[in-house]
């Protein structure tokens, strides 16, 4: 069965940086987009940004623009999330999630046909 699985969360300082990586697994086709997604404590679940089965596109929430940056690498079959400039309000749970079948992505979390478990990021003083 697909299995995606995160890693890389942490507690970190303002200011700070982490690099968050998701592989997925038991994929029978490598026509996919990823997504990575956030749920902070009593809040949604919410779109952080999504790459195209390509890797030449990429979509942002405007909360992460310029400081997140997104890129797969399609032989590992793995996404990552590049995060600089961390501030409290990215304090939550990371989760990747793909889209099988599509070749341009979506942020739109109903898209979304499987899920990580999610790896927490706690940025604090």
């Known amino acids: 069965q697909v299995q995606l699985v995160e890693s890389g969360g942490g507690l970190v300082q303002p200011g700070g940086s982490l690099r968050l990586s998701c592989v997925a697994s038991g994929l029978t086709t490598d026509v996919y987009t990823m997504g990575w997604f956030r749920q902070a404590p009593g809040k949604e679940r919410e779109a952080v940004s999504c790459?195209?089965?390509?890797?030449?596109?990429?979509n942002y929430a405007d909360s992460t623009k310029g400081r997140f940056t997104m890129s797969r690498d399609n032989v590992k079959n793995t996404v990552y999330l590049q995060m600089n400039a961390l501030l409290t309000e990215d304090t939550a749970v990371y989760y990747c999630a793909t889209d099988v079948g599509s070749y341009s992505c979506s942020r739109r979390r109903t898209e979304y046909d499987y899920w990580g478990q999610g790896t927490q990021v706690t940025v604090s003083s």
């Open positions: 790459i195209s089965r390509s890797g030449r596109s990429t």
